[in-house]
């Protein structure tokens, strides 16, 4: 059976066909980008080629640490060469784990070790994917997830990685303590209660006080959820978007730049039996949104119209599932992205004006920009910290050019009031960073207690932190 979509892509390349065959050759030409260049596997020093997800960021450490419990890791930290970055997926797009110096992966250090009621004890290499059923085996989930489940536990809490639903916070959120351990090797374990400050500071902490080695997690029941997806004229989504988010547990959507479209998407409680989802189409509708650009890229109305044509009149899909089968999916298709956490009476406002501009100025934009809404927290350097965020996320193919996300979209969300994700592109620093964070001195003088020769800090840090 040709599903919706399908047909949506297969619809696309015919036309795409036609035109190409009618002298439209140089907008394709013009547009899809050759693959970017591959830095060397190994360095003229013989170091190996660490590189991020997106393959913006790269370093050739002189050393790597994998240790299988603290005592290796303490050890090896006290004698480790500068600058000591951990990573957990590498799924960060800024430089945050790029170094030089000594890469450290708690990969071996995965697993739910002990529970003290609904609260579990996790160990931070643990990939979110594999906490799922780990939790589930005790009836138990994590209360949301991001759209992935690649990343680490200790790498989602360190940059606010968070889904969407009005109620539910971001992971850091249900963090009730953690263990790290310092660059001089001394274990610390903290909470509400013990070593506050370095609970307040740690639960969102970029890498840069020390490495996470264990979390205290809250959890909550396992709970069927009812997935629906739908696709509807943006205005439509624009004005039911304020009452989709009081109404769902979770809800989002995904406005689409030249068509005039939006993806909504909303999961609920539901006792309902399991419903597999269809096979996801995503990489094809991302597929198509591309053809249309390389085919149409030359008229926003021809682009517009083509694309209603296609895609209007889809079909909702719904898949039932527990949640943490269904909140995140997969992402094949690379891409770079900036997102900014927005107060919400200005996310919906600020949304129409980036969309708005990548129209009139970047006709090579084909990624969905992502819109979402967290629950406040309370860690200072959370993003979320003060009250809800509403989000906006854009993207760009990882072969196309993101500057415009510096240049066009950066000032709009900023004049919007966001604090940008930490683990996205941004060009905050120093004081205009601390500017949005209540607690930033605090931050600084608890990193300083903890790393006082700044052994934690890679140039990307240095110049985040002003520290130079
Ligand atoms: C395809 C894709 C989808 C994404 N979807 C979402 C989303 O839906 N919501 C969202 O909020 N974000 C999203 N992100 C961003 C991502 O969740 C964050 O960048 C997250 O930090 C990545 O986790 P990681 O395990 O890869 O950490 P890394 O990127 O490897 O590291 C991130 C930070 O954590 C630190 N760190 C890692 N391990 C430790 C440790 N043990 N101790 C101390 N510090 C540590 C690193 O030093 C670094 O500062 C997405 C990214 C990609 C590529």
Redesign the pocket.
């Known amino acids: 059976m040709v599903t919706r979509r399908k047909a949506m892509v297969l619809g696309a390349a015919g036309v795409g066909g036609v035109v190409l065959a009618t002298g439209g050759a140089a907008v394709v030409a013009n547009l899809d980008k050759p693959e970017p260049p591959s830095p060397a596997a190994v360095n003229g020093q013989g170091r190996m080629l660490w590189r ?3 393959g913006i960021q790269t370093a050739y450490p002189a050393q790597r640490l994998a240790p299988g419990d603290e005592a290796e890791l303490a050890a090896g930290l006290k004698t480790a060469v500068g600058p000591i ?10 430089a ?2 790029a170094t030089n110096g000594t890469l ?3 990969d071996g ?1 995965a697993g739910v070790v002990d529970w003290e009621g609904d609260t579990a004890v996790v160990r ?2 643990t ?1 979110l994917g594999a906490l799922g059923p780990a939790l589930a085996a005790k009836g138990r989930a994590m209360a949301n ?4 489940n ?14 969407t639903g009005i109620g539910l916070p ?1 992971i850091h959120g249900d963090v009730m303590a953690l263990t ?1 351990v310092t660059a001089d090797g001394e274990t610390v374990e903290c909470d509400a209660g013990r070593r506050p400050e370095v609970f307040d500071a740690a639960r969102v ?9 264990q979390v205290k997690l809250r959890t909550t029941a396992n709970r069927r959820l009812r997935r629906r997806v739908w696709i509807e004229p943006f205005e439509e989504t624009l004005g039911k978007a304020e009452d989709r988010w009081k109404a769902h547990r979770n809800y989002e959507f995904y406005a689409i730049p030249f068509t005039g479209l939006a993806a909504n998407i909303t999961h609920d409680e539901t006792d309902e039996p399991a419903l597999a989802p269809p096979p996801s189409q995503d990489d094809a509708f991302l597929e198509a949104l591309k053809m249309l650009r390389n085919t149409f890229g030359w008229s926003n109305g021809v682009r517009r119209s083509v694309a209603g044509l296609l895609l209007g009149g889809t079909e909702p899909e719904t898949a039932v599932d527990e949640g943490w089968k269904l909140l ?1 999916t997969e ?1 094949p298709v ?2 770079n ?1 900036m ?1 900014y956490h927005l107060p919400p009476e200005t996310q919906l406002a600020a949304l129409k004006e980036v969309q708005a501009v990548i129209e009139k100025e970047r006709r090579d934009v084909f990624f969905p920009i ?1 819109v ?1 809404r967290i629950a406040a927290d309370d860690a200072w350097l959370s993003p979320f910290g003060g009250g809800p965020r509403g ?1 906006v ?1 854009i993207h760009a193919w990882y072969k196309d050019d993101y500057a415009f996300f510096f240049e066009l979209i950066e000032p709009i969300l900023q004049r919007a009031g966001g604090r940008p ?4 592109l941004h060009s905050l620093k120093g004081q205009r960073l601390g500017a949005l964070y209540p607690r930033w001195k605090d931050f600084l003088e608890v990193r300083r207690a903890l790393d006082p020769k700044g052994r934690m800090l890679n140039p990307y ?1 240095t110049g985040l932190f002003d520290l130079a």
């Not at 690649?150 to 889904?163: D, L, N, Y």
Request: net charge positive; no cysteine; charged share 15%.
């Open positions: 991020n997800w997106s970055r951990a990573v957990g997926a590498g799924h960060s797009f800024t945050l784990a450290v992966s708690l250090l931070a290499g990939r997830l991001p759209d992935i690649k990343q680490s536990v200790a790498g989602a809490i360190s940059t606010a990685t968070h889904g971001a790290l902490s970029l890498g840069a006080l020390g490495i996470i080695t995140s992402r690379r891409f992205e997102e992502e979402r989000s996320a994700h930490w683990g996205k840090l």
